[in-house]
């Protein structure tokens, strides 16, 4: 093993552990919250309702799936949209998409002082939550505005520990109080709830599947996304199933339906200041598990001391996820240029995280109303995966002849289109259920359609005055570079073979990036004959080798302090796919190393074709670091 390969301490570019770990730290961690909001409307009939939106979420998972490894990109149901239809659509899923995280930060931040109320009990009152939250997100923003860095082992550890808690709280539940009879006890079709409520309560359940869009906007950080994107998915899909299927049929258990102020309801629906656990489910779920004494007390302070720590990185999750999103809508002028600027001390999209993150988050949760904001949060999701479905289906009439790597199951072919089964359904269910919303919410319709009102308006305002462009032409922003020196660049893509002149390129893309703190991509291509699949199984050592190129790319990274994230990707032509990622990142240079050459035997070709091929296509600078005969 090589010198710089010893050096190598923590590998940062994310595979199947890290991405499943990521999204199932945010969806894991919406049990915590989304037990109480869903019974406020379920009532006895919450174990179905988290089934049939388990239901809605899988045919949404195999959706971003295929989107995510077609385009892997930030921008989630934004950017299908925007290869599928145009900017105008893009726009309109990204701003559903800016709700969905504004939500997601308001009630994770809400509800960690009250699994922090077995500290201090008027954490569980307002205003004293209100407090708690909003101070959660105001140290949160200012810490991503300074620069943390997430752990993906830390978050992988969490995520086991948090699922480890919920099965064990599962197998508690069914040796101790599971009742199949107080369960049909608690059921009252048409009454508690009414088809009303449960019809709702539907898009409401779905908030316990938050964080899907989470991998997508991982997608540009995931080594080989053709295998680790559907693998984390399906993992999610599964542990989820394990938890949401189970979990609430213990709860209904515990804490039954029945008559409180003379109208049938459950502890878990009701609020703190009526006895209730609706802010608090899983802690009212362990004061009922049927255990007492020392053992209670134990388990109280580790479910709250655990609750609150997965709710506080749920939060943080969902700020980073609102700077992205911003960052992705001001790169493709769909908002202000401002919120695309970099803080000049720690380069990092301050004005986004403090405007979007911070204030309007805050000003949401202010009201300390779950139900409201269970309501608000359905409203952007069901949008938002709507027309990530419907794009999903145009891609496939649009583009009905273009190979894929990852197709995602079942579909029917018609007229010579393979029409995805799960997409169709999945943009109906998802459709009716945010059309549910509209009608039977009359708050959150409202302010629902004044946020995407307010969206829209302020879109067509800017592209009509400042960008000049029609509000479906798609506009990229111009890349900035530094006014001091030519040559410094934060976004460097960095092609890498077997073959010293790659050592060098990426050594020098490091000096280039080094002085900014700027971040590289080192990518390789595997070049698949067309007799094959895309994704077929390669005979040998061939994957090993990539990711053995990509480490040692890391190490060198480690050795000048730079962020190396690596990158393999399946393609036809190498020249093509270097392109292609250079145009879906918006890289600022492209530093490759070129083969040696004999000018004399090769009349036309300096460097090669993969790299001459790059230099006439690129969308952005390229440097090419030659071999001495090259040049």
Known sequence: MSRRRRQQRLERVLGTPALFATAYGNVGSSIYYALGVTAVFALGLTPLVFLIAGVFFSATALTYAEGTVRYPEAGGSSSFARHAFNELAS??????????????????AFFVPHYLSIFWGPLKQNPWDVIGGSLVIVVLVLLNVVGIQESARLNIFLALIDFGTQLLLVLLGFALIFSPETLHANVHWGTAPTWSQFFLAIPVGMIAYTGIETVSNLAEETRDPVKSIPRSIGLVAVAVYAIYFTLPLIALSALPVHIIDGKETTLLALPPEKHGFQN????????????????????????????????????????????????????????????????PKYKTPWLSLLVFAGFVSILVLLPGQTKFLGTMYSFGAMLSFTIAHAAIVQLRRRYRDEELAFRARPNVRVGGIDWPLFAVFGGIATGLAWLVVVVQSPGTRYAGLGWLILGFGIYALYRRRVVHASLTETVRAPVVIGPAIALEYRNVLVPVVWRRESEAAVDLACRLAAERGGSIVALTVIEIPLELPLDATLPGKTEPKAHDLLDEARAIGDAYGVDVVGRLVRARRAGRAIVDEAERRNSEIIVMGAPRRDVHRRRGRIFGGTVDFVLKNAPCRVMVAAARRAA
């Open 91 to 108: 726009f309109g899923a990204a701003w559903a998409q800016m709700l969905n995280y504004i939500i997601t930060i308001a009630i994770s």
């Open 280 to 343: 608090d489910p899983v802690l009212g779920l362990v004061e009922n598990l049927g255990i007492s004494g020392l053992s209670l007390s134990v388990l109280k302070v580790y479910v709250g001391i655990l609750a609150a720590t997965i709710l506080f990185i749920a939060t943080n999750a969902g700020i980073i996820g609102a700077s992205r999103i911003t960052y992705s809508m001001a790169t493709y002028r769909q908002l202000p240029e401002v919120f695309r600027r970099l803080h």
